[in-house]
Structures are given as structure tokens and as C-alpha cells.
């Protein structure tokens, strides 16, 4: 009854247990995966019998059962360790699926493709330096040049402008003796780059020359022999009206700061732009703050700038209306862009140069760079009409080479301070830069001379 009551304790415990690792077992699977509930059934079950044998009663004295005993120890502690052990549990930020995925399928074998033969490389030739010559070229197709039918197009919307504003000044101002206008300037004219649309309207202010009389620039006020003064004459015999430009008279003299203001109140306030405008297929704007005569054109294909000069030409000279800045009134300005023209032209005429060539680059890109803007123009064609009275070879394969030597003259001229004029050496054509200005001009051609790349970068 004793031996019963403990083998039958010893069931219960053994059924109490195997429930308990029944239980663990049943869950492991959920929990821990296929391979890992394997993995603790088989340790499980070793200790397991390691228990039994623990709980078991022993048969004393009987040396073969303690020796079978002590190896199915030693085994089921081999079987323990010979267990592959689980694998090591993911941290849980270093998850990228849920812990309860599902068993992943083994990973297919690699199949061995061919490999396809590989293609010869072809090494490339390292990219060609292009020559100062190829460069300047290219600078001036690819940016400064504009299409030929682009140029026809301004020419004749400038020129249907220029007739609408003929009309209107004859009905407007029958008394005045205006000369018919004409066009002038850089687009027309070729010695600028094309892409500048620049036009210049000028209105002839024709003058009797036995009433008037040109005062030479050294004896004007400012000194400058570049500025004339124009003076009524013979007032003792011809009183004031008998000229019709008597009423611009300042001081005795035709003053081009009355004629500017009283042509300026005209294009602003009495012109119908915008009838013209729409005639012509445009919109055109006078710029009312400027103190010269500007028109602003804008049509599909292209845009103008139209400024408008009158003019007086007496005893060989041409006078502009254009004061300079300040105070002093009543001064022309003598312009050389007739002659600067035709002296270039005839001299490539001459020889088949490339002045004009070189002239269109080194004013466009002049005319684009913040500190050389007011080099383009006129300064640079006396530049290329000094350095054509020394070097005679202008073909166009020579053009890199005149290029860089405009520059070094340049530099030269700057370094003093003065450029004389080709048609009159008495006049500085700097004589109305800054200081500050001729210095970061000098400073740019300077590295220019040694880097002429500096001038054809995009600013």
C-alpha cells in the first residue's frame, strides 16, 4: 500500500509535470518557430529523464544498473550539448518583419549563366583646346549674332517709326525747318554686336548759316573741345524771329536743353503711340524719367531702343543735342560715328580686314560686362583706328591676334589716363570717366591680356 500510494504520487507528479512541459511545448512552436520548439523539446525531454532517474528508486548494491544509470546520464547530457543552439533573438528596432512571420522557404540554388563576352572599350580622345581664334568666333555666333531676318525686321519696324514721327512733326510743327529724319547707329551700321537693337533716330535742325555761328569747345565754359556752343549772329541787322530757332535761344544761344525739353513734352504727351503701335503690330512706350529722347519698341520677334538726336551739321562738324551732365546747358556735342563708320569700312575695304569682325566682338562683349560697359562704342573704333596706323595685317586669321593687342592698348590708355581722339588729338575720350571706373577697367583688361577666357564667360 506504501509503494502504491508513492508510485501513484510519483505519477501525479509525472502528470502534473508532463502537463506543464505539454503546455510549454504546445506554445513554444507559436513563440519560438518550428526549428526552436524542436530545439526545446529535445532539451526538455533530456531533463526529463535526468528527473526520472533522479526521483527513481535506485537498486542498491546492483553495480550494473548504477553503470547503466551514470551512461544514459552522460548521454542525455551529450544530447544537451550536442543541440544546436537556437538562433540569437533580434532586438526589436532591428526588426524588419513581425516576430511571428512565417518561416521562410529555403533559398533556390544559383543558376550558372553565361557570361556574354565582354564588349571592347573604346577609349574616347581626350576633348580638343579650342585656339583664342575658334573661341572669339564661336563667342560671337552663339551669342552676340542675331538671325539676318531678325535684323531686316528691326530695320523696317525702326524705319515705319521714323516715317509715322516725320508725319507727325510736319503737322505739328510746319515753322520748324526739320530735315528729313534718317536712322543711324549700331544695329544698322555693323560695328557693334547686332544683339544690342540699338537705333538712333536722327532729326536734322537745319540752321542759315549767315545767323549762326559755331563757338570752338576750348573757349565754352567747360573747356572741353569736344562741346560747341552755338551762336546767333547779326542781331543788329536780323532781330530775333527771323529765324525760326529763335525761340530756343538762350543767351544768344540755340540751346539744346529747350529744344530736348520741348521735343520731349511731344513724344510724351502728343504722340499717339499706342494707335501707332498697333498699326505697326507693336507696343511702343516713350520713357518719360530719361533726360534723353528714348522710345521703348516691343514687337513679337524682337525689341528697340530707339533714341532720337537732333542734329546740326555746319562747317564740317556734326552736333548732337546731348548736354553733358550737370549744370551747363546749351552745348552740342561733336559726334565722329559718321566718320568713325566709313573710316573702318573704307579701310577693310583696303585691305579685306577684320576690323569690323573685331570691333562687333570686343563691343559685345564690352557691352555685357559690368565694368567695361562704357569702353564699348566709340573709344573701342579709335582704339582699332590707332592700332591700324601701325599694324597692317587685319586678315581674319589674324583676328585672335588683333583682339588681344586692342587689349594691350587698352591697358595702355587707361594706365594714362587719356585716349586722343582719331580725328582730333586735342580731345580725351576718358575725359568723363571716374577715376574708380578707369581702374577696375585697367585691373579687368589687365588679367584679360593673359586670360582672354575672362572676357568670354557668361555674366
Given amino acids: 500500500m506504501a509503494e502504491f500510494t508513492r508510485q501513484r504520487g510519483k505519477r501525479q507528479e509525472d502528470g502534473g509535470l508532463g502537463s506543464v512541459l505539454d503546455v510549454l511545448l504546445a506554445n513554444a512552436r507559436l513563440v519560438l518557430g518550428v526549428s526552436g520548439a524542436a530545439v526545446l523539446a529535445i532539451a526538455t525531454l533530456a531533463v526529463k529523464r535526468l528527473i526520472d532517474r533522479a526521483t527513481s528508486p535506485r537498486d542498491e548494491g546492483d553495480p550494473k544498473a548504477e553503470q547503466k544509470t551514470l551512461e544514459e546520464s552522460w548521454q542525455d547530457l551529450a544530447l544537451i550539448k550536442a543541440t544546436p543552439k537556437p538562433p540569437k533573438k533580434q532586438r526589436r528596432e532591428d526588426l524588419s518583419e513581425p516576430l511571428l512571420s512565417p518561416a521562410q522557404p529555403p533559398a533556390p540554388e544559383p543558376r550558372v549563366c553565361s557570361v556574354p563576352p565582354e564588349t571592347p572599350r573604346v577609349e574616347s580622345s581626350p576633348p580638343r583646346c579650342l585656339t583664342l581664334q575658334e573661341k572669339l568666333l564661336s563667342h560671337y555666333s552663339s551669342r552676340l549674332a542675331v538671325p539676318e531676318v531678325q535684323v531686316s525686321l528691326a530695320s523696317q519696324l525702326a ?59 576750348e573757349d565754352t565754359v567747360v573747356r572741353n573741345p569736344r562741346y560747341w556752343m552755338i551762336k546767333r549772329t547779326d542781331l543788329e541787322y536780323f532781330p530775333r524771329g527771323c529765324s525760326s530757332w529763335d525761340r530756343f535761344i538762350v543767351g544768344r544761344y540755340l540751346s539744346s536743353n529747350v529744344l530736348n525739353e520741348t521735343l520731349h513734352k511731344m513724344l510724351v504727351a502728343s504722340i499717339n503711340w499706342p494707335a501707332i503701335g498697333s498699326l505697326l503690330g507693336s507696343v511702343i512706350h516713350p520713357v518719360v524719367a530719361s533726360q534723353e529722347l528714348k522710345l521703348e519698341v516691343k514687337h513679337d520677334q524682337v525689341e528697340l531702343s530707339i533714341t532720337l538726336f537732333p542734329v546740326v551739321e555746319m562747317e564740317d562738324k556734326v552736333l548732337l543735342a546731348a548736354p553733358p551732365e550737370g549744370l551747363v546747358e546749351n552745348l552740342w556735342l ?26 562687333r566682338i570686343l563691343n559685345g562683349v564690352c557691352k555685357s560686362h559690368p565694368a567695361l560697359h562704357k569702353l564699348s562704342g566709340s573709344p573701342l573704333t579709335h582704339v582699332v583706328l590707332h592700332l591700324s596706323a601701325t599694324s597692317s595685317d587685319w586678315a581674319e586669321e589674324s583676328l585672335a591676334d588683333r583682339f588681344q593687342q586692342v587689349l594691350e592698348e587698352l591697358v595702355g590708355y587707361l594706365e594714362k589716363g587719356v585716349l586722343p581722339s582719331y580725328f582730333n588729338h586735342k580731345i580725351n575720350l576718358f575725359c568723363e570717366l571716374l577715376e574708380e571706373e578707369i581702374d577696375d577697367m585697367g585691373f579687368m583688361l589687365y588679367s584679360a591680356i593673359s586670360e582672354p577666357d575672362l572676357l568670354l564667360k557668361e555674366k
Fill in 159 to 217: 524705319r515705319s517709326i521714323c516715317t509715322q514721327l516725320q508725319n507727325f512733326l510736319r503737322n505739328k510743327c510746319p515753322e520748324l525747318p526739320f530735315g528729313s529724319l534718317f536712322l543711324s547707329g549700331p544695329l544698322l551700321d555693323g560695328l557693334t554686336a547686332l544683339a544690342t537693337n540699338d537705333v538712333h533716330l536722327m532729326l536734322p535742325v537745319v540752321l542759315d548759316a549767315m545767323l549762326w555761328s559755331l563757338i570752338p569747345g
Fill in 334 to 359: 561733336e559726334s565722329f560715328y559718321r566718320a568713325e563708320v566709313s573710316k573702318v569700312k573704307e579701310l577693310d575695304a583696303g585691305d579685306s580686314g577684320a576690323r569690323q569682325q573685331c570691333l
